[in-house]
């Protein structure tokens, strides 16, 4: 089982729309929890971060975490042709150890 | 304050070759973390390294080996390249280990390709 897994996509939702986008981990102790955005040929940027159970808002951006279920989502609220890019989800282990990353899920917004 | 600033942008090395990648680390910051990103696929921990000591290391053979200096900034060396280390190289540097809050922030990544 891999540490952190996501849906590979890739994940075409139309302009305005709501996208969603899941990852699931499978170390119990992880405390940290962070969304990268990623565009073709470029290096991963941080779009968010959390690390209690609920959600977290920031402008369109939605984090959820679960960690009951070991589980972290993102939502992108009206989706923008912009917003197209991979979304890498990220978990720290804890123990001062290093950030592990999925596989990351390609995501299309279309016009 | 400066990003993190990796060098060369590109390189084309022939199989059995030797190279070595560098990363300025971002202002403040005294972890840099390295990463190999393969075409399609996530960031796959290589090592890091915090106040100059190598602090963890994922599943990379030996020659793969790496320095952190008293500036923070941080060396990436691969010996007898393989045609499979083809890849984006990317260096992450922080003020923690784990991330914190900030997370890591990443240069714009070493894009080799070895033939």
């Known amino acids: 089982q891999k540490e952190v897994e996501q849906n590979s996509g890739p994940l075409s939702v139309p302009e305005g729309a709501i996208a969603s986008l899941n990852c699931t981990y499978s170390?119990?102790?992880?405390?940290?929890f962070f969304w990268y955005r990623q565009y073709s040929g470029k290096s991963p940027e941080l779009i968010m971060f959390?690390?209690?159970?609920g959600d977290k808002e920031d402008g369109r951006f939605t984090a959820q975490l679960n960690k009951a279920s070991q589980y972290v989502s993102l939502l992108i609220r009206d989706s923008q042709p912009s917003d197209s890019a991979t979304y890498l989800c990220?978990?720290?282990?804890?123990?001062?150890?290093?950030?592990?990353f999925g596989s990351g899920t390609q995501l299309t917004v279309l016009p | 304050e400066t990003g993190v600033t990796q060098s060369p942008t590109h390189l084309i090395k022939t199989r059995g070759q030797q190279v070595t990648l560098r990363c300025s680390s971002q202002?403040?910051?005294?972890?840099v973390s390295w990463y190999q990103q393969a075409l399609g696929q996530g960031p796959q921990f290589i090592f890091q390294?915090?106040?100059?000591?190598?602090?963890g290391r994922g599943n990379f053979p030996p020659r793969f080996s790496g320095l952190q200096f008293p500036n923070y900034s941080s060396e990436l060396n691969v010996n007898a390249l393989e045609l499979d280390d083809s890849a984006l190289y990317l260096c992450?540097?922080?003020?923690?280990?784990?991330?914190?809050?900030?997370?890591?922030?990443f240069g714009s990544g070493t894009r080799l390709t070895v033939v």
């Open positions: 390294y915090y106040r100059e000591e190598e602090n």
């Open positions: 170390d119990r102790g992880s405390q940290s």
């Open positions: 959390i690390y209690s159970n």
């Open positions: 202002s403040g910051h005294n972890t």
């Open positions: 990220a978990v720290n282990p804890g123990s001062a150890r290093q950030l592990t």
């Open positions: 992450a540097s922080s003020s923690r280990t784990g991330g914190g809050k900030d997370g890591y922030t």
